[in-house]
């Protein structure tokens, strides 16, 4: 017993020569665990126990079934030691980490293994349905969170300032100040129909003052009928896909043709059947107008929805999906939708769409805490199981990316995947947890998030080489005017005013635009536009403008020689083709005191027009028209500067 004390107090005198050894830390942890076992009656007993169970744990392995984490294989960054002070908080930390890693890899964590083993197996689209209790408890924290903060917008009866924006940056000041100034309109069908199809294909805060506009020009169906069709092009123009308006004005003109009472004004029906007679109203839009504004228990399903529902039910395809978009898809949103009180049905579909465009947008995370379908996610619990799957594969030897054969199965595949689906996910989830090293349920959450829905496929886009003539004509009055030209009736930009154009070049004849991106075919490289030569351009300019020639409207043009415009040619971008543009440019040097004919059609059926500026904003040209305008109108003027740099000045007498 002496011999342990003597011992005892010789280890505390040595502690200041441990201290440059061992560190703060394990000194103090030390000294204070010695002094209370030295407190102890029996503390010689519990020393010696102490040691002997050291030795043994070193030797012995781990005896727990779970799973071991997945360590990093790249080299840590070193950690400068911490202070006494901080080592409890240190400890707290670790603890937490450790807790937060293994947390998936619980012995008794079997929901997680049978969750992705099911998922991986299904063959059925009524795995993806929601159980009625599920349903209730969604569309209860749908309610509750759009009620508190969906966004104030003009055609949902709000006051301004409005709110489109889904990020997190400020308005931009004009928007800001614009909506200050806009005057509150009450909602109405109509109005809720002019926003839906203004929404297709373009952001809230974009339509925002469009709409506005719009309903202050035209607020009854019967003012849009009455509408010019050059009226309804200047309200829509900037806002593309031009085909939108012509058909929304089409479709006014044929609620008053077809108006039964002449004494009420038009109004339009309320059920998606009726409402999907009218010229240019499909299921999504007839569903949105009666469900927002007739509170007629139906879903609404677009591809914010679309996500949504895929993250929801951890259905693998795309969003573009024709099974998805335009069939199974509105079956699993009007489970949501069916059995809703009065009322609520719009207010379900505009939270479903509000939270596809914010929270659950592609860059969402599935784990925000704002967002009320944290819960609900199967896309993040899936990530989470892959990590537990991944865990007993490093155990068991196993490949957790390969996925049982169907083919060799009787059973069908589940329709509402897609045929490799379920493997892509996977494939994504293992090369995502691998570069992103992931150990930890949060991490593993946010993969199996991301990882739906999967990437629709690509098409490459259409590549076309225009040579356009900008051919300006001043009078002498000082007015400038600009030769423009009708687009047909019918395709792209169909009616709009653009300058005289002619094609020298472009991938129809190539199948490439054709062949989709996948993984089993993928697509060839882009194909490369070629340089189109000066004279080659100018040739097909020169025909274009010989149907175009009227005696009255381009003498001396024939004798004007064209400027091609410098620096690399423009580009303009739609949603299926590019357009590579070499301008070419001149000024008619005669001057008139007005232009004689300021509008004509050629032989061939052609719409010609001479435009001032103030004539285009009426008539609403498109982007691309200004994006020539201002890029000719520049080189002009840095033209003319020139010249009145090097002329001779004159001498003071």
């Known amino acids: 017993m002496n011999s342990l004390f003597i011992l005892a107090l010789f280890v505390i005198l040595l502690v200041p020569s441990i201290t440059t050894t061992i560190g703060s830390v394990g000194v103090y942890s030390f000294s204070v665990l010695l002094k209370r076992r030295l407190s102890s009656p029996n503390w010689a007993r519990t020393f010696l126990s102490m040691s002997a169970s050291s030795s043994n744990n070193a030797n012995d392995s781990d005896t727990c079934s779970s799973p071991v984490v997945k360590r990093r294989t790249s080299p840590r960054k070193r950690t400068p030691v911490a202070s006494v002070e901080d080592s409890s908080l240190l400890a707290k930390k670790s603890k937490t980490k450790a807790t937060e890693a293994t947390e998936p890899s619980s012995c008794s964590d079997s ?21 009625p209790e599920e349903a209730v408890q969604i569309r209860q924290a749908l309610l509750a969170w759009y009620r508190q903060h969906r966004r104030k917008l003009p055609w949902r009866g709000d006051a301004p300032p409005f709110d489109g924006s889904t990020s997190n940056t400020n308005t931009k000041k004009d928007s800001a100040t614009y909506n200050q100034n806009a005057t509150q309109i009450p909602p109405t069908p109509y109005g809720v129909w002019v926003s839906e199809i203004m929404l297709q294909q373009t952001r809230v805060e974009a339509v925002i003052p469009y709409w506005i ?43 008053v043709a077809n108006n039964n009472n002449d004494n009420q004004p038009v109004q339009l029906p309320q059920t998606v059947a009726e409402l999907q007679k009218i010229p240019g109203i499909g299921r999504y839009t007839a569903s949105a107008i009666a469900s927002i504004a007739f509170s007629r228990q139906v879903p609404v399903v677009d591809g914010n929805v679309c996500r949504v529902l895929c993250r929801l039910k951890g259905i693998a395809n795309h969003i573009k999906a024709p099974i998805l978009k335009d069939k199974l898809g509105w079956e699993l949103a009007q489970q949501l939708v069916e059995g809703s009180s009065n009322g609520d049905a719009g207010e379900i579909n505009q939270a479903l769409m509000e939270l596809g465009a914010t929270y659950c947008a592609p860059s969402g995370t599935g784990i925000e805490p ?44 589940c329709p509402l995947c897609h045929e490799m689906g379920v493997s892509d996910v996977v494939q994504q989830l293992a090369a995502s947890m691998e570069a992103e090293d992931v150990t930890t349920v949060d991490a593993a959450r946010r993969c199996g998030h991301a990882a739906f829905p999967t990437p629709p496929p690509k098409l490459s886009k259409r590549e076309e080489v225009l040579a356009v003539a900008a051919i300006q004509k001043a009078t002498s009055k000082d007015e400038t005017y600009w030769l423009l030209v009708k687009r047909p009736k019918k395709g792209l930009l169909a009616g709009q005013w653009e300058f005289p154009s002619a094609s020298v070049w472009n991938s129809s004849s190539s199948d490439d635009h054709k062949k989709k991106k996948t993984k089993q075919q993928p697509a060839k490289a882009k194909k490369e536009v070629p340089s189109i030569a000066t004279n080659v351009r100018r040739k097909a300019l020169k025909t274009l403008l010989a149907d175009l020639v009227d005696d009255t409207a381009f003498h001396g043009l024939e004798q004007q020689k064209l400027a ?20 070419e440019y001149t000024t008619l040097n005669n001057k008139q005191e007005k ?21 285009m904003a009426e008539a609403g040209v498109t982007s691309g028209v200004k994006k020539i305008l201002k890029a000719v109108t520049a080189e002009q003027t840095k033209t003319q500067k020139k010249e009145s740099f090097f002329q001779p000045r004159k001498r003071k007498k």
Not at 111 to 129: M, T, V
Not at 600 to 614: A, L, Q, V, Y
Request: aromatic share 12%.
């Open 564 to 583: 091609t415009l410098k620096g690399a040619p423009l580009e303009h971008v739609f949603s299926h083709v590019r357009h590579t543009m070499y301008i």
């Open 595 to 615: 232009v004689d004919s300021t509008s004509w059609t050629t032989s061939s059926g052609k719409e010609c027009r001479w435009m001032r500026n103030e004539d």
């Open 111 to 131: 929901s997680s293994r049978g969750l992705y083993q099911q998922w991986i197996s299904h063959n059925d689209a009524a795995f993806h349905h929601f159980t």
């Open 213 to 255: 506009q719009w309903m202050e020009s035209f607020p009854t169906i019967e003012a849009l009928a009455d509408a010019t069709e050059e009226q309804v092009n200047a309200h829509w123009a900037g806002l593309g896909f031009y085909r939108r308006g012509r058909m929304l004005h089409q479709a006014a003109q044929y609620l």
């Open 370 to 413: 704002g967002d009320p379908l944290i819960e609900f996610y199967l896309s993040t619990k899936l990530g989470e199981a892959f990590l537990y799957e991944q865990q007993q594969q490093n155990n068991n030897n196993k490949d957790v990316t390969i996925i049982p054969n169907k083919n060799n199965s009787k059973k069908k595949a």
